[in-house]
């Protein structure tokens, strides 16, 4: 009797073994399947930027000033990447007029846009150009198949008014842009970017440390003619303390315009938050009853206490310069 009692518990104990150790595989088996929290944390929470993301385009009329846009990669609303949590990297918007008369305007707008790709984010690049007849396809198609390829964000914006001066053409589209920038609240610091101009990569961390209204000098080159002019500011350390054209002899020439379209920046706030720079909200109204670019020309002129000189160490390195091309103006007055 002994003996077959220690048998069946023996047979109890290897069965109880047995349905332990099937229970065990089986809730293991199962519990590999089963994500942990770390790795479904990482699924729900997505890089902020991508520096390459794909290009979705698609057009939309302005209803405020009639014009239509194509609006590429990402949106105002998109978070901004930073060098850190306290010190967000600010946007820097780019404006940049071309011609249809400009036979070069394709070949330029590859050499900036190689330029901007290089520039940290965030970067919003405004491209104008007038809307082209159904005839000119290839034309028209030209802007818009060179920035679907940057990998940069931009907004394409487009206009139908036909002009016969070049420099009010080019006035009109630099609106156009401001306009664009006032109605989407676009928050950043905005500078115009001729086609010509080439650049220290420096210049782009140097504007965005401005807080209103930058400066700087540019020098300019023409081809064939042995000088160079050095226009801007005069600045004591920061502070611009006046304006001057230089040439390479070092002989100042006094000029009646003293702001040269590209060399100044300024918080694009200013066109739709007055009230934040402690001026009426009719202030906002007269920008847009007289015209948007002469407005931000003339604070930038009366506000020499907010007016920054970049450099800070006393505007006393080029950072642009803006290359004249005789074939350019040959094409436009053809």
């Not at 047979?11 to 089986?26: D, G, P």
């Not at 450099?311 to 005789?326: E, K, V």
Request: one cysteine or more; a neutral charge.
């Amino acid at each position: 009797m002994g003996s077959t009692e220690k048998s069946k518990k023996k047979t109890q104990l290897y069965k109880k073994a047995i349905v332990h150790f099937i229970l065990c595989f089986i809730v293991g088996f199962f519990t590999g399947f089963t994500p942990s929290s770390k790795s479904s944390i990482q699924t729900q929470q997505p890089a902020a930027f991508s520096p390459n993301p794909t290009t979705q385009v698609f057009q939309k009329e302005d209803n405020q000033n009639g014009s239509y846009y194509n609006r590429g990669l990402l949106d105002q609303n998109t978070p901004v990447p930073s060098t850190s949590d306290q010190n967000p990297r600010r946007l820097v918007i780019v404006i940049t007029p071309t011609s249809i008369k400009d036979k070069l305007r394709g070949m330029f707008l590859r050499k900036l846009a190689y330029t901007l790709k290089l520039v940290p984010p965030p970067l919003l690049w405004v491209v104008v150009e007038q809307q082209q007849s159904e005839d000119d396809v290839e034309s028209s198609s030209e802007v818009s198949e060179i920035l679907r390829k940057t990998g940069i964000m931009y907004r394409h914006v487009v206009f139908k008014e036909n002009f016969t001066d070049y420099e009010d053409e080019m006035d009109h589209q630099r609106n156009l842009a401001l306009n664009h920038i006032d109605h989407h609240r676009l928050s950043g610091i905005v500078h115009f970017a001729g086609l010509s101009n080439v650049y220290d990569l420096t210049f782009f961390d140097e504007i965005r440390e401005i807080e209103a209204f930058g400066t700087w000098p540019m020098a300019m080159l023409v081809p064939n003619k042995k000088k160079v002019i050095i226009e801007g500011p005069i600045c004591d350390s920061s502070e611009v303390i006046g304006w001057h054209l230089r040439n390479r002899r070092n002989i100042t020439e006094t000029i009646t315009t003293p702001v040269h379209i590209s060399s100044f920046a300024f918080n694009s706030s200013i066109l739709w938050d007055p009230e934040r720079w402690g001026r009426p909200t009719s202030v906002k109204e007269d920008s847009h009853s007289q015209n948007s670019l002469k407005f931000v020309k003339k604070e930038v002129l009366e506000e020499e206490t907010k007016l920054k000189g970049i450099p800070t160490d006393g505007c006393s390195r080029i950072m642009l310069w803006n290359l004249h091309f005789p074939s350019q103006i040959d094409s436009f007055q053809a």
